[in-house]
């Protein structure tokens, strides 16, 4: 028997239609007890909850918005991923979720959860929503407490009818609705209590349903009532479950909900406005820190800002009283000189009037929203502005300053075309963080510049100009800076003749940059030649090196290769403190020296060091070198060890400093220098 034909119709939009949803929101009201309800829309990621679920989740209903991520970060650490997954899979199969975990409260709290729900899906498996109940069955577990708890809690009105029409069960919600105590309903039939139902919407409903075994839902106004009620009917063996509520307040309750789907909406857009705010910035940083040159990081800075800022950009560096251009970029590469030649049309100094000069002289940026007000900073014919202002599209312009630890450094400049909505104040705060980075790469620049110039400077007065000339060896040295934009480092050599005879070589690299490292390596240099000179055999320096720079200096790290060569035994001894192993070429071949060494100084004040000692023949060659001659970060270090040998093999008979010049290039090739390189070659006469 079909439904009537007065029933309203329910469209359905999956699978499973909104009366399966029901039917399930209602079973599973039956199985737990005091329950807190859900309905999560998966496509959009929202989640609806009732107010009882926020309340047993330790929050207030009206303040708490509940989110997915919120509920996993609350699950006990060992219920969390089954929890997921199984969620997943009922997503993924249509299948009914069912499972019970734990969950801590805000207060500390773990209490025992049973969540049972069911997917809804579209016609081609998608899933849509997850709607059902939760009930807290850390003390109640009983099937008929739970039952008996959930009619009780929830918020629908709900009664059951026998098979003669009869009330079997009213809860507190229905007698509220139907203004009857339970002890005037149970045992009564439907039909004398309410005889207004019969011949109306509710008696066909009913009566369906039980003949066909099929769910009814309707809404139909209910005179006695005073109220249109949307009613839900669902048949069994033992009569109907018949379940209600007031359409208006639901209604309402649809009303709040899109206004908060509209909140919501403005919030997930505000958040990705953010998003790519940050991501903006986060780019210009590494961009920016990705070099040490002034005026290339101002490049870079004003390539970025095109188009996602402006449409042209410029940048100006304070420079004395002028403000000097430095770059120019427009997002039609062809324009980027027509933008520089009315960049420099405009006054450039800082006493002009000049939207960048205020700027400079103020610190505070500026905002220039219509052509008139840029047209008048030009102070060109109008004609001419026009024209110009044609062909590279100006609409509306800003400037912010550059400035860093109270000084201003220079002013950037941006220039939106006339399809561009003229700039506001979110505009100018996003140049204004732009140049606030751009500021500090600036004179991050500026500092190493000048530290680099000084350390430069340290370390050409530290190291010696030639190495001396010493009867038993000729010692010959080639030293490479690190290339333009990275720090100098603390390579360091020499060589000296000891009192009894021998002849000292040594190669170090102190671990760091710049004007620390350099120092550092002074005083490693002098504190050798101090030692040295004592006539003590390599490992004796290195120990009395290690203890001192560790007393000294606590913080300083080094490695090096010192070797003591003497003539009247023809015996190299060396000691090796964590360095690169000396390669020895003789007439028997090449080898690294590596049997013997320690750990670098400063690293340990009680190591301990070895020497190593081999037989040199006349012409044999020893190369000591420092790390960035076979290392960098675009290969492995065996490597570079190889391409050394392969260099060392081919050198001939030239003069050792055109040796050592020599190994340094067949060994480093085209490769960019990332580090200090230094080699020394020591030939036996």
Same mark, same amino acid.
């Given at each position: %028997?079909?439904?009537?034909?007065?029933?309203?119709?329910?469209?359905?939009?999956?699978?499973?239609?909104?009366?399966?949803?029901?039917?399930?929101?209602? *079973?599973?009201?039956?199985?737990?007890? =005091?329950?807190?309800?859900?309905?999560?829309?998966?496509?959009?990621?929202?989640?609806?909850?009732?107010?009882?679920?926020?309340?047993?989740?330790?929050?207030?209903?009206?303040?708490?918005?509940?989110?997915?991520?919120? $509920?996993?970060?609350?699950?006990?650490?060992?219920?969390?991923?089954?929890?997921?997954?199984?969620?997943?899979?009922?997503?993924?199969?249509?299948?009914?979720?069912?499972?019970?975990?734990?969950?801590?409260?805000?207060?500390?709290?773990?209490?025992?959860?049973?969540?049972?729900?069911?997917?809804?899906?579209?016609?081609?498996?998608?899933? @849509?929503? !997850?709607?059902? %109940?939760?009930?807290?069955?850390? =003390?109640?577990?009983?099937?008929?407490?739970? /039952?008996?708890?959930?009619?009780?809690?929830?918020?629908?009105?709900? $009664?059951?009818?026998?098979?003669?029409?009869?009330?079997?069960?009213?809860?507190?919600?229905?007698?509220?609705?139907?203004?009857?105590?339970?002890?005037?309903?149970?045992?009564?039939?439907?039909?004398?209590?309410?005889?207004?139902?019969?011949?109306?919407?509710?008696?066909?409903?009913?009566?369906?349903?039980?003949?066909?075994?099929?769910?009814?839902?309707?809404?139909?106004?209910?005179?006695?009532?005073?109220?249109?009620?949307?009613?839900?009917?669902?048949?069994?063996?033992?009569?109907?479950? &018949?379940?209600?509520?007031?359409?208006?307040?639901?209604?309402? %309750?649809?009303?709040?909900?899109?206004?908060?789907?509209?909140?919501?909406?403005?919030?997930?857009?505000?958040?990705?406005?953010?998003?790519?705010?940050?991501?903006?910035?986060?780019?210009?940083?590494?961009?920016?820190?990705?070099?040490?040159?002034?005026?290339?990081?101002?490049?870079?800075?004003?390539?970025?800002?095109?188009?996602?800022?402006?449409?042209?950009?410029?940048?100006?560096?304070?420079?004395? !009283?002028?403000?000097?251009?430095?770059?120019?970029?427009?997002?039609?590469?062809?324009?980027?000189?027509?933008?520089?030649? !009315?960049?420099?049309?405009?006054?450039?100094? @800082?006493?002009?009037?000049?939207?960048?000069?205020?700027?400079?002289?103020?610190?505070?940026?500026?905002?220039?929203?219509? !052509?008139?007000? /840029?047209?008048?900073?030009?102070?060109?014919?109008?004609?001419?502005?026009?024209?110009?202002?044609?062909?590279?599209?100006? #609409?509306?312009?800003?400037?912010?300053?550059?400035?860093?630890?109270?000084?201003?450094?220079?002013? %950037?400049?941006?220039? #939106?075309?006339?399809?561009?909505?003229?700039? *506001?104040?979110?505009?100018?705060?996003?140049?204004?963080?732009? #140049?606030?980075?751009?500021?500090?790469?600036?004179?991050?620049?500026?500092?190493?510049?000048?530290?680099?110039?000084?350390?430069?400077?340290? =370390?050409?007065?530290?190291?010696?100009?030639?190495?001396?000339?010493?009867?038993?060896?000729?010692?010959?040295?080639?030293?490479?800076?690190?290339?333009?934009?990275?720090?100098?480092?603390?390579?360091?050599?020499?060589?000296?003749?000891?009192?009894?005879?021998?002849?000292?070589?040594?190669?170090?690299?102190?671990?760091?940059?710049?004007?620390?490292?350099?120092?550092? +390596?002074?005083?490693?240099?002098?504190?050798?030649?101090?030692?040295?000179?004592?006539?003590?055999?390599?490992?004796?320096?290195?120990?009395?090196?290690?203890?001192?720079?560790? &007393?000294?200096?606590?913080?300083? /790290?080094?490695?090096?290769?010192?070797?003591?060569?003497?003539?009247?035994?023809? *015996?190299?001894?060396?000691?090796?403190?964590?360095? +690169?192993?000396?390669?020895?070429?003789?007439?028997?071949?090449?080898?690294?020296?590596?049997?013997?060494?320690?750990?670098?100084?400063?690293?340990?004040?009680?190591? *301990?060091?070895?020497?190593?000692?081999?037989? @040199?023949?006349?012409?044999?060659?020893?190369?000591?070198?420092?790390?960035?001659? &076979?290392?960098?970060?675009?290969?492995?270090?065996?490597?570079?060890?190889?391409?050394?040998?392969?260099?060392?093999?081919? @050198?001939? #008979?030239?003069?050792?400093?055109? +040796?050592?010049?020599?190994?340094?290039?067949?060994? +480093?090739?085209?490769?960019?220098?990332?580090?200090?390189?230094?080699?020394?070659?020591?030939?036996?006469?």
């Amino acid at each position: %028997m079909a439904p009537d034909d007065d029933a309203p119709t329910v469209t359905v939009p999956a699978a499973r239609s909104a009366v399966d949803v029901d039917a399930a929101k209602l *079973t599973l009201a039956l199985e737990i007890a =005091q329950i807190g309800s859900y309905d999560w829309d998966v496509a959009r990621d929202t989640m609806s909850w009732s107010h009882q679920l926020i309340r047993m989740w330790g929050e207030d209903p009206e303040t708490f918005v509940p989110t997915y991520d919120d $509920f996993l970060a609350r699950l006990h650490p060992d219920d969390r991923e089954t929890t997921a997954e199984a969620v997943r899979a009922s997503l993924a199969t249509g299948h009914p979720f069912e499972r019970e975990y734990r969950f801590v409260r805000p207060d500390g709290q773990v209490r025992r959860w049973l969540s049972r729900g069911r997917p809804l899906l579209s016609d081609d498996g998608t899933p @849509l929503a !997850l709607v059902g %109940m939760v009930v807290d069955v850390t =003390q109640a577990r009983s099937t008929d407490e739970r /039952i008996a708890r959930t009619l009780e809690s929830i918020t629908d009105a709900f $009664f059951a009818l026998d098979t003669e029409w009869r009330f079997t069960y009213v809860n507190a919600e229905a007698e509220r609705v139907l203004f009857r105590a339970r002890g005037e309903l149970l045992g009564r039939s439907v039909w004398e209590c309410f005889p207004e139902a019969i011949g109306s919407t509710f008696e066909r409903a009913y009566r369906t349903a039980a003949a066909t075994g099929e769910p009814s839902r309707f809404e139909e106004f209910f005179e006695p009532l005073n109220g249109i009620f949307e009613v839900r009917v669902y048949p069994s063996d033992d009569g109907l479950s &018949v379940y209600f509520h007031d359409v208006t307040g639901n209604r309402r %309750m649809q009303a709040e909900l899109a206004a908060l789907a509209e909140v919501n909406e403005r919030a997930l857009k505000e958040a990705e406005e953010a998003r790519d705010r940050q991501t903006f910035l986060g780019a210009a940083s590494t961009l920016i820190a990705a070099s040490l040159d002034r005026e290339e990081v101002l490049r870079r800075v004003t390539a970025l800002a095109v188009p996602r800022l402006a449409d042209w950009a410029s940048v100006y560096l304070v420079d004395g !009283l002028l403000l000097r251009r430095v770059a120019v970029a427009h997002r039609d590469p062809s324009l980027a000189a027509l933008a520089a030649s !009315l960049v420099d049309r405009l006054p450039v100094t @800082l006493d002009s009037r000049a939207v960048a000069a205020e700027v400079a002289r103020t610190g505070r940026p500026a905002l220039l929203t219509s !052509l008139e007000d /840029i047209k008048e900073q030009a102070r060109m014919p109008g004609d001419e502005f026009a024209a110009i202002a044609q062909r590279l599209g100006i #609409g509306s312009a800003m400037a912010v300053p550059l400035s860093a630890r109270g000084r201003v450094l220079g002013v %950037m400049s941006f220039s #939106g075309g006339p399809d561009r909505a003229p700039y *506001t104040d979110d505009d100018l705060d996003l140049a204004t963080a732009l #140049g606030t980075r751009a500021s500090v790469a600036v004179l991050n620049a500026e500092l190493f510049e000048r530290e680099h110039g000084l350390a430069v400077a340290l =370390q050409r007065a530290i190291l010696p100009p030639r190495t001396p000339g010493l009867p038993s060896l000729d010692i010959g040295v080639h030293y490479l800076p690190a290339s333009a934009g990275v720090e100098v480092g603390g390579d360091w050599y020499d060589s000296l003749p000891l009192p009894d005879g021998r002849v000292g070589v040594v190669v170090g690299d102190v671990a760091g940059h710049g004007l620390q490292a350099a120092a550092t +390596m002074g005083q490693l240099r002098n504190s050798l030649r101090a030692f040295a000179f004592d006539g003590d055999d390599p490992d004796v320096v290195v120990r009395r090196l290690n203890r001192l720079i560790t &007393v000294t200096d606590p913080e300083a /790290i080094a490695t090096l290769v010192y070797a003591i060569f003497d003539p009247a035994t023809t *015996t190299l001894t060396w000691c090796n403190a964590g360095h +690169m192993p000396p390669l020895l070429r003789t007439s028997s071949g090449l080898r690294f020296l590596a049997e013997v060494g320690g750990p670098p100084i400063g690293a340990d004040p009680d190591a *301990t060091y070895r020497c190593g000692r081999d037989r @040199l023949e006349p012409a044999d060659v020893l190369v000591l070198y420092t790390d960035g001659l &076979v290392e960098d970060r675009t290969r492995d270090i065996t490597a570079g060890l190889d391409e050394l040998s392969a260099a060392v093999a081919r @050198l001939e #008979g030239e003069d050792v400093t055109t +040796m050592a010049a020599e190994v340094a290039r067949l060994a +480093m090739g085209t490769r960019r220098r990332d580090d200090d390189v230094c080699v020394l070659v020591a030939r036996t006469r």
